[in-house]
């Protein structure tokens, strides 16, 4: 078959901050990707360009850039298209997309952490797809860095996926991707590899071993739909790789819906990405990866095709979802009032706020569009829907995301996706892999047994330092994380991956605490939260707007309470300068999104606007809950 010897397409996939986004930096710069006086003031991790991707230091959306790169021996220039995916497995569609565009996948694991369990998520899906792997050792500068014993933990992984002999035979990169150094010689642990001062030997590698994309001469067009984005000017912009034929500006080509349908539709925009910029182009022949504008409602894993022969390319499919949870309008007594609630000020920043169930319902769709691994679920309610995902922190960053665009919403407690088998409830479960000092392990798998977790395998590597695996149900992973980092003083590192279903586990109770309930509306005072300190953890701050059935505090014992947080001192007549003895407060615990939906029970959810997010009782009314309560108990 004939073969475009210019072009390579590659993705690099590896678990959460082994470096990915580091690497692609490097690769950018030493390409010669920028102008040398743009080159000293580029960031660091370029291809984060999401505000949250920036703050969380993670990477959410898959994205692709190209680098030039001129052989030292003076070939011509080739292209190599570099996909740069997520680590998480709540973003695990992400993956799934981008190994759609690529022939080949380099594998990058931190010299000391090893693969952990997102590594083994993105080489499955990788293995599944046949392709050819490259491993990069990261991080080898690490003082505790451990390179023998990580690459066999490597080998012991391909095994276990079941991986062919081809694909066992992988080679193997030993590099420090923020100096931006790679080897073929493996380094001593703990330096950075000393018989090289860039990354050339990578790019050889990947020259070498990464196919370079087939195709049929003379073959119809086929091009697949990976991705979306927008854009102002042009509208929807449809990113795609060509697998056969050619796409030119201004062609009219076959459009394969999902529902097989064909319409013709004309190519008024053609882009090829350089760098980190999109520039228009004329054509894209076979292995290209493009962008093209002018057909406003394609979707991801459709097809372009030959219009006198279409033929569909297959759709893309992704892992099911594994949690979900509610997101509705605000229906709390402050729904569209500012941060405080009163004032002026506040009705004034808050006039372009999105509080209508038709708003919440248009934004909730529009995700749909690009996000494949998401889905939403019609209610009994006409204001809310239920939203499926992989797992919490991909429905968090939606709701992050909401809330950063002026919504105010409110979010049920993330509930386990069942379905049922035989007759039988089956429940997803996680497995879960943790890092923790030896003094803690007793309290670790303490928290493990509440949540039903059964032990898999422990080892320690002599460091000081114990890695347990576990398979718990996901259920029970829900506010794990809080109460895993009080208990091992913030020094654990926990991380989760889907494994499946399995019966039903039976009752979970994870929260032993209560909740502190506001009993009225009013202002937050400071002698309020004097006297009610001692009865658990509190939330809130002096002067803070608060509601019935919001929630104030944790209690420090099991059952709920219902308090007066607005309690003023009375005043008397009798006053000396001596009475008025300001005692300390406690400063409240602040909760973030993430928190606050861990927190949450059953009968708690959790109000979301741009300035606050507060947790409150789905029932606000005092008298409602008490009756309903009783009613339970009869």
């Known amino acids: 078959m004939p073969t475009r010897h210019d072009i390579r397409?590659?993705?690099?996939?590896a678990h959460v901050d082994h470096g990915k986004t580091t690497l692609v930096d490097g690769m950018l710069k030493q390409a010669g990707s920028f102008a040398e006086h743009a080159a000293e003031k580029l960031d660091d991790r370029m291809m984060d360009s999401n505000d949250l991707e920036r703050e969380k230091g993670i990477t959410i959306l898959a994205k692709n850039t190209a680098v030039k790169y001129h052989p030292k021996d003076g070939g011509d220039p080739i292209t190599i298209n570099i996909i740069d995916t997520p680590g998480h497995a709540d973003f695990g569609g992400e993956v799934e997309r981008g190994l759609s565009m690529v022939d080949a996948v380099v594998l990058l694991v931190d010299a000391s952490e090893g693969p952990l369990p997102q590594t083994r998520f993105v080489l499955r899906k990788a293995l599944a797809a046949r392709?050819?792997?490259?491993?990069?050792?990261?991080?080898?500068?690490?003082?505790?860095?451990?390179?023998?014993?990580?690459?066999?933990e490597t080998y012991d992984l391909f095994l276990d996926l079941d991986a062919d002999e081809d694909q066992i035979e992988f080679p193997i990169v030993y590099a420090c991707a923020r100096d931006g150094v790679a080897s073929l010689t493996k380094p001593e642990d703990g330096t950075v590899p000393s018989d090289s001062t860039n990354l050339e030997p990578f790019f050889n590698t990947l020259l070498e071993h990464v196919p370079a994309p087939e195709y049929d001469e003379g073959g119809p067009l086929q091009a697949h739909v990976t991705n979306l984005d927008a854009d102002n000017f042009l509208g929807r912009?449809?990113?795609?790789?060509?697998?056969?034929g050619e796409l030119a500006k201004g062609q009219s080509v076959a459009w394969i819906k999902r529902d097989g349908s064909i319409a013709n539709v004309r190519i008024t925009e053609l882009m090829m990405t350089e760098a980190l910029t999109r520039k228009p182009a004329e054509k894209a022949g076979p292995g290209d990866i493009c962008a093209v504008a002018g057909i406003p409602d394609i979707m991801i894993g459709e097809t372009l095709a030959d219009p006198e022969n279409p033929i569909a390319l297959p759709l893309i499919t992704v892992d099911e979802p594994a949690i979900s949870m509610t997101i509705g309008t605000n229906t709390s007594p402050l729904v569209g009032r500012g941060g405080t609630g009163k004032g002026a000020d506040a009705k004034a920043a808050v006039k372009d706020r999105k509080v209508t169930a038709r708003q919440v319902k248009d934004r909730l769709e529009r995700e749909l569009i690009g996000n494949v691994s998401l889905r939403v679920l019609e209610t009994e309610r006409p204001d809310a829907w239920e939203v499926q995902g992989r797992g919490e922190l991909a429905l968090a960053i939606l709701v992050e995301q909401m809330r950063r665009e002026g919504f105010e919403m409110t979010i049920g407690k993330p509930q386990v996706v069942t379905k049922q088998v035989d007759g039988k409830t089956y429940e997803p479960v996680e497995r879960m892999t943790i890092d923790v000092p030896e003094e803690h392990m007793g309290a670790v798998t303490q928290l493990m047994g509440v949540r039903k977790g059964r032990m898999d395998n422990m080892s320690n590597h002599g460091s000081g330092w114990v890695r347990m695996e576990f398979v718990v149900p996901s259920r029970g992973l829900i506010g794990f994380r809080t109460e895993?980092?009080?208990?091992?003083?913030?020094?654990?590192?926990?991380?989760?991956?889907?494994?499946?279903?399995?019966?039903?586990?039976?009752?979970?109770?994870?929260?032993?605490?209560?909740?502190?309930?506001?009993?009225?509306a009013g202002a937050v005072t400071a002698f309020a939260m004097t006297n009610l300190q001692e009865r658990g953890v509190l939330f809130t701050e002096p002067g803070t707007e608060v509601y019935e059935g919001m929630i104030v505090g944790e209690n420090s014992r099991a059952d709920d309470m219902d308090v007066n947080i607005t309690k003023e001192k009375k005043l008397t007549n009798m006053r000396s300068s001596s009475a008025d003895s300001f005692e300390a407060i406690v400063p409240p615990r602040k909760l973030s999104l993430e928190q606050s939906l861990e927190f949450c029970r059953d009968d708690e959810c959790v109000e979301v606007t741009p300035e606050s997010v507060r947790i409150r009782k789905v029932v606000l009314d005092q008298k409602e809950r008490g009756r309903t309560a009783s009613r339970a108990k009869r």
Do not use: Y
Request: include cysteine; aromatic fraction near 4%; charged fraction near 20%.
């Open 237 to 244: 912009i449809a990113l795609l790789r060509v697998e056969q």
């Open 9 to 13: 397409n590659v993705a690099i996939v």
């Open 131 to 152: 392709m050819p792997v490259i491993l990069c050792i990261n991080k080898t500068d690490r003082p505790d860095s451990r390179i023998d014993e990580v690459v066999n």
């Open 484 to 520: 895993f980092l009080t208990n091992t003083r913030g020094t654990g590192i926990a991380h989760s991956i889907h494994e499946g279903h399995e019966p039903w586990f039976g009752t979970l109770t994870t929260r032993n605490n209560g909740s502190l309930v506001a009993d009225r």
